[in-house]
């Protein structure tokens, strides 16, 4: 084990990731008076393996979600929790999903208003992977499983997930 000494002059401190290949597997610290004023470094070693993914077979929360824009993560009367996509604008981002020709995707979903569609899309490579049709279920917290049959995709990749109105989704796994 390595020590970095920290003296007066060394007012920040820094950790760089030096990614490679897509991956983040070294790293270095860097303590100085500014970024431009480094005066102390050291390497970071981590042992370990290499992420697995997401098992997209198990059931998924989808407040499980890595990154969204224009969801609200409410709770039912149970105080389980859920997403609510409010419209086209509206999307849910899964990281590192391990995907193995799946045959359907199977939602918890409910919807208050008018039929809408839950679009699941490979994010890296752009391919629709399937639309489950959502009817109306005539409440915000009355879920119902519905399902669609999936394109066959294999990888690990970004799954994004959008509507073209307003959808509740409890979770998701594909079949």
């Known amino acids: 084990m390595t ?9 920040q401190v820094y950790l760089v990731f030096l990614e490679i290949d897509g991956h983040c597997k070294e ?3 860097q303590a100085g008076a500014s970024s431009a004023d480094i005066r102390r470094t050291t390497d970071i070693n ?3 393996t290499d992420y697995a993914g997401i098992d997209v077979t198990n059931t998924i929360p989808a407040v499980d979600c890595s990154d969204y824009l224009g969801v609200e993560y409410l709770a039912d009367e149970k105080l389980e929790e859920y997403a609510l996509l409010h419209d086209w604008q509206s999307f849910m981002r899964f990281d590192g999903c391990v995907f193995k020709s799946y045959h359907a995707v199977e939602i918890l979903a409910s919807n208050p208003g008018v ?5 699941f899309v490979n994010e890296d490579t752009g391919v629709l992977i399937t ?9 915000l917290t009355e879920f119902k ?10 990888g690990k990749g970004r799954l994004r997930i959008t509507t073209n109105g307003m959808i509740c989704l409890k979770s998701f796994k594909f079949i």
């Open 46 to 48: 981590i042992v370990g």
């Open 131 to 139: 639309e489950v049709d959502v009817p109306s279920t005539g409440s």
């Open 27 to 29: 790293y270095e610290l």
């Open 115 to 119: 039929p809408a569609k839950l679009t």
């Open 145 to 154: 499983k519905f399902s669609a049959s999936t394109e066959s995709v294999t």
């Open 3 to 11: 020590a970095l000494r920290i003296d007066e002059q060394i007012s």
